[in-house]
């Protein structure tokens, strides 16, 4: 059974800088296409970094140069670090694996 938790969201001042995680459990996450998906109120879920088992990233044009999306093979772990956050990174962030699990979410908000 695959589970996915996520941990780290929170409330951060625009600028300020976050570090998500996501706990695997029943898959091995350096063999598997990993992602961070994000869903801002009253508007699709979107694709925000993805890592593949070969470890090519990719990153939606809004946060390129400042998430950084990484596997820890130890914690068997994904994570995001997020730099420079501002108010339009306000949403649900939300951990996938290939394509086909989800975590339940955890909330992020940048605000003064």
């Known amino acids: 059974q695959v589970r996915l938790v996520e941990s780290g969201g929170g409330l951060v001042q625009p600028g300020g800088s976050l570090r998500l995680s996501c706990a695997a459990s029943g898959l091995t996450v350096r063999v598997n296409d990993m992602g961070w998906y994000r869903q801002a109120p009253g508007k699709q879920r979107e694709l925000v970094a993805t890592?593949?088992?070969?470890?090519?990233?990719n990153y939606a044009d809004s946060v390129k140069g400042r998430f950084t999306i990484s596997r820890d093979y130890f914690k068997n772990t994904v994570a995001l670090q997020m730099n420079s956050l501002k108010s339009e990174d306000t949403a649900v962030y939300y951990c996938?694996?290939?394509?086909?699990?989800w975590g339940q979410g955890t909330q992020v908000t940048v605000s003064s």
């Open positions: 890592i593949t088992w070969n470890g090519i990233t």
């Open positions: 996938n694996a290939k394509s086909a699990y």
